[in-house]
């Protein structure tokens, strides 16, 4: 990927006209894409060529000769300042801040102030890294900037915690961005990190379980994303290349993780013309075999086999996969397994030398969110120079008024983008469930976030869901479509203001790995999401030495079927046959794990082919564990009788208070003891508990 790019500016012009005093004032407005390229061009040593004039310049976009409306060179300076004589505050930790008086702030930089400045972001991701990382963070860049910092350098500074802060805008005076990082309190957030680590257990051999901790990716991959992408658009107005530092201790993966999330990410971070440049602060990490003095002692025989350090070095590893993706697919440079964190800082500073800045009004006005190639050619170019610049970008996407066949094409269309929609913010649920020998009932759950919702006085709000599923080689293997209207009352619109939307639908799929595409719009404001997640249907039939068990179902809820509130006509045969649905009540699936004590906890699983299938005899335990403590053990429930209708299926329900289990966060066991068949078999899954 090159370190060049671009960024699209929207312009208005407006001219008003004083007619009859009886009469209003017309306004006549256009708009006009203004794109941005910017064009390093540097000679076969790497020094940037800075003598080349526009008329050596043109430019294409889909083919197409543009006319190049704006031309400027950036001349940045790598001359390195010399070192502060300042002393060093002691690191401050938690607790309240010290107020001291001190000089007014710099006034912030004004655009004009940036031309010939290299723009770098430091992004200190706290929620990611323990105390020993974020002092490690923070020790590098007041580093740089005291000692390898350059006179084109402005620094800006931002941190998440609990959200997205700017603590400081570009600026060059190097004592205010010191005060800044050196405000930062070590190990402010720091407990979030642990929150993020949701994967399989790696000394669990039994299997593994994956499943998100809290309410809509709170504490993991997309929310991290997201503020990252929301980064970028802090960042766009500047038409500078910007290099974003992002300081972490990687982003781990929870197994359902939104792909569509990191496209969005990459995708707004081009448009805005920056560069991510992620440095893990963990530095050079030896990893044991038997885990270190932070964990507990593994359990099982992993250790010994070598399976729990394969798992570890997995899990690190997938740690820091998305981070390194970022950096590649934004022309910008990982540091990884280096104890030296001052060198990712460098390696941004060194790819943004003198550039070019180009800018055309594209002739193609239409906002279809579509990809569109640039093409950058110089003449009188010696052969052995390099050109670096983004090869194209995504158009701008606006939803208008449409008709019902222009709106059912866009919802099509928008399903095959590459830059994903992520204004509505979806969660999404895969559970499976074995019908034959060779074929399972796939059952959906998307869960939509009331707050996002146009909840307008209108007494209906329309959904639309559309979704497709490949294999692994790209195959189309079915499709989901459904309209939902909502029927709103005074009292249930309150209460989606507050709560979430949920919509469920299934398929019939062999075993085989499986990727979805999900998307859901919210037909008010034309609002769209976007979730994409791979998934697995195992083979039961070839698991002989544990219980076979299906996906285990957390709920916090079980109602009518007449009690829904929207519907897409639904299926009643499916219906008869979802293993959800008994006696005319319907278990609704929790995605994020998140309960309250004024609840109650249901638990549903099924057990396929007993030992003996004339008169079975399956018991079954639910568990809660918090951290090393056992806080509930149910009475074993036996079933020996077959599910109606399913000679050998065994299906499991269990149905908890929570009233008296204080506030926390849990892992939730269910245990499977076939006696007959001497097999055993367990799921697990992390639970939070709220007042």
Not at 392 to 409: F, I, Q
Not at 471 to 477: C, S, V
Request: aromatic fraction near 8%.
């Amino acid at each position: 990927m090159s370190k060049s790019g671009f960024r699209i500016l929207s312009a208005a012009l407006a001219c008003a006209g004083l007619l009859a005093q009886d009469q209003t004032s017309p306004t006549f407005k256009t708009n006009t894409n203004l794109v941005i390229v910017n064009v390093a061009v540097k000679d076969k040593s790497g020094k940037a060529i800075e003598d080349l004039k526009k008329e050596q310049f043109t430019l294409l976009e889909d083919g197409k000769p543009q006319q190049i409306a704006v031309f400027d060179l950036q001349r940045l300076n790598g001359e390195t300042l010399p070192a502060l004589e300042v002393p060093q505050p002691a690191l401050k930790t938690r607790g309240p801040a010290e107020v001291k008086p001190s000089a007014p702030p710099p006034a912030p930089l004004k655009t004009s102030d940036l031309k010939d400045r290299r723009l770098i972001a430091m992004f200190f991701d706290l929620s990611s890294m323990q105390p020993a990382e974020q002092i490690r963070a923070r020790e590098a860049a007041v580093k740089f900037i005291d000692t390898q910092m350059t006179a084109s350098d402005t620094v800006s500074i931002m941190t998440l915690t609990n959200e997205l802060r700017v603590v400081q805008d570009f600026t060059n005076d190097r004592e205010t961005l010191l005060t800044a990082i050196q405000g930062l309190r070590i190990g402010d957030s720091s407990e979030l990190a642990a929150l993020g680590a949701t994967g399989a257990d790696p000394t669990d051999d039994s299997g593994e379980f994956t499943a998100d901790d809290t309410e809509f990716n709170i504490f993991n991959t997309d929310r991290k994303l997201s503020a990252l992408e929301d980064a970028t658009r802090k960042l766009a107005p500047f038409p500078e290349k910007k290099a974003l530092v992002y300081f972490s201790s990687g982003i781990g993966k929870t197994g359902v993780d939104n792909q569509s999330q990191i496209r969005a990410t990459v995708n707004a971070a081009v448009r805005a013309n920056v560069s991510f440049y992620p440095i893990d602060a963990r530095g050079l990490v030896a990893l044991t075999p038997a885990g270190d003095a932070t964990q507990a002692s593994p359990k099982g025989t992993g250790v010994f086999t070598g399976s729990a350090q394969l798992s570890a070095r997995s899990s690190f590893h997938d740690t820091q996969d998305t981070i390194y993706t970022l950096a590649a697919d934004t022309g910008g440079k990982a540091l990884l397994d280096s104890n030296d964190l001052t060198l990712g800082i460098q390696a941004a500073q060194a790819d943004i030398s003198s550039y070019y800045v180009l800018g055309y009004y594209s002739a193609n006005p239409a906002q279809d969110g579509k990809y569109r190639h640039v093409t950058v050619k110089i003449a009188s170019l010696p052969e052995s120079a390099k050109i670096d610049y983004r090869k194209g970008y995504y158009a701008g996407k606006v939803w208008g008024k449409m008709n019902s066949s222009d709106k059912e094409r866009q919802l099509e269309d928008a399903l095959t983008l590459d830059d994903p929609f992520t204004d509505l913010p979806l969660a999404m649920e895969v559970d499976y469930f074995q019908t034959a020998r060779d074929k399972y009932f796939v059952p959906i759950t998307v869960r939509l976030a009331g707050t996002a919702l146009d909840l307008s006085p209108k007494s209906t709000t329309d959904l639309d869901f559309i979704g497709q599923i490949r294999d692994p080689h790209g195959k189309l293997l079915g499709g989901i479509r459904d309209e939902i209207k909502l029927k709103l009352t005074e009292e249930n619109a309150a209460q989606l203001a507050q709560r979430h939307v949920e919509y469920d639908t299934g398929v019939t799929l062999p075993p085989g790995d499986y990727n979805l595409r999900f998307l859901a719009r919210e037909n008010q404001n034309g609002k769209m999401g976007t979730f994409e997640m791979k998934f697995n249907v195992p083979d039961l039939s070839k698991q002989a030495t544990a219980v076979r068990m299906s996906s285990v179902v957390w709920s916090n809820q079980r109602e009518p079927l007449s009690a829904s509130i929207g519907t897409a006509g639904g299926n009643k045969k499916q219906l008869d046959s979802h293993p959800l649905v008994d006696n005319g009540q319907k278990l609704i699936p929790d995605i994020t794990r998140v309960f309250r004590k004024n609840q109650k906890l249901y638990v549903y699983f099924e057990v396929y082919d007993p030992g003996t299938i004339a008169s079975p005899s399956v018991s079954a335990e639910l568990m809660m564990f918090r951290g090393k403590s056992k806080a509930f053990e149910s009475a074993p429930v036996r079933v020996t009788k077959a599910k109606s209708g399913r000679a050998n299926t065994l299906a499991f329900q269990f149905e908890m208070p929570l009233t008296n289990i204080p506030a926390g966060q849990y892992t939730c066991q269910v245990s499977v003891i076939d006696e007959q068949a001497r097999k055993f078999g367990f799921a697990r899954a992390p639970l939070v508990v709220l007042q």
